[in-house]
């Protein structure tokens, strides 16, 4: 089924390096009350899940408040998710693939994108006791450091080296309604950003850097693999009207890691505190 349904010494050089193009990624934060994804088949009782499910990241995006996702009442608003439902889509993730069994299309996985009426949204944030993020969102600058074993290098904007990692950076800050740019490996060469000197880097440095990228904000992590955890541990840090904010998660994917450093910024821009 497809179709939709109704410094002052730092400035100068860092200019010049972004005359000379900062090769920097960017993604932009879509549309706040849209979210898209996976069900299997397009009968009532998955789209019903997937409503909800889109539902519960729609809120978070909208409010920009990480904490909705474990907030208590949420369910009784997500069992009622396809009242507050504008319209939808499919897309059959298997398309072009011949069908080759008996069950048809009932269980072949679809991308569903659902958007949501913007009155009815906003008014199910109050029920919950949140409020829309209307101001402007500032674009993120993000700095990572990554290190695995004896390898370590600064996911850039450009080149060849951690495409998936980018993109799975620029997914986190979508799911939260971010707008975030990655520096290129010129830009940070030219500011003196290694994963050697990332974590000893000031605050004006790292503003600077962010502000020629294009940023408005620097967020800046260190994510190192673990074999202790499992998994990637994720140290971030944001600094804001004079305040270092901080948090770690461990033992996950790097999906999981970009994810937790946009959630804890989607919480500290929009005003609901900080991250735990």
């Known amino acids: 089924m497809g179709g939709t349904r109704k410094i002052a010494g730092l400035a100068a050089p860092l200019l010049a390096v972004a005359m000379l ?18 069900v299997t088949g397009t009968g009532e009782e998955s789209r019903a899940s997937g409503f909800a499910d889109c539902l519960a990241e729609v809120l978070v995006k909208v409010s920009g408040d990480p904490r909705l996702a474990g907030e208590p009442r949420l369910a009784a608003v997500a069992g009622k998710a396809g009242t507050l ?39 199910a944030l109050r029920m919950l006791g949140r409020t829309p993020w209307v101001s402007p969102r500032p674009r993120v600058a993000v700095f990572v450091a990554v290190r695995a074993g004896a390898t370590g290098y600064m996911l850039a904007g450009d080149g060849d080296r951690g495409r998936d990692q980018r993109d799975a950076l ?8 971010l ?3 990655l520096p290129g490996e010129t830009m940070l060469a030219g500011a003196g950003l290694s994963a050697e000197t990332l974590a ?34 994720a ?42």
């Open 21 to 38: 193009g900062c090769g920097a990624a960017a993604a932009g934060p879509g549309d706040l009350y849209q979210a898209r994804t996976i």
């Open 85 to 123: 439902v504008r319209d939808f889509r499919y897309r059959d993730r298997m398309a072009g693939i011949p069908v080759h069994d008996e069950q048809g299309t009932r269980d072949r996985p679809h991308d569903l994108t659902v958007r949501f009426d913007r009155a009815k949204i906003d008014q």
């Open 170 to 177: 620029a997914t986190a800050a979508e799911r939260l309604g």
């Open 179 to 181: 707008s975030m740019v």
């Open 200 to 233: 000893a880097a000031d605050r004006s440095r790292l503003d600077a850097t962010a502000r020629a990228s294009g940023g408005d904000v620097a967020l800046a992590g260190d994510l190192v693999w673990s074999q202790e955890a499992l998994g990637w541990v």
């Open 235 to 276: 140290d971030w840090r944001l600094d804001l009207g004079g305040r270092t904010y901080r948090w770690r998660i461990a033992g996950v994917s790097f999906d999981q890691a970009f994810l937790s450093a946009m959630r804890g910024a989607a919480q500290i821009l929009s005003g609901n505190g900080p991250p735990a």
